[in-house]
């Protein structure tokens, strides 16, 4: 049977994860393969973390593309 994380588990991965990226923060697309949590999923928690002052939304807007990177609040 398998196991599953609980919320508290993928908080800390995503914690973890933004904290190991430094300054330059992480993508969100490799944070959503780090976390191994589906788009809709990883967005409900990063509005909670970033609520919380736990993580910082950095964005960049280049020539082609936007980009969302978030790293740790610390």
Avoid: C, P, W
């Avoid at 959503?32 to 809709?40: G, M």
């Avoid at 909670?48 to 790293?71: H, P, V, Y």
């Amino acid at each position: 049977m398998a196991t599953y994380r609980t919320s508290m588990q993928i908080v800390a991965d995503l914690l973890t994860a933004t904290e190991q990226s430094g300054l330059e923060g992480i993508k969100i697309t490799s944070l959503l393969t780090q976390a191994n949590l589906s788009h809709s999923r990883l967005a409900k928690f990063i509005d909670n973390l970033t609520g919380a002052g736990l993580i910082n939304k950095i964005m960049f807007d280049g020539k082609d593309r936007k980009s969302t990177r978030l790293n740790s609040s610390h």
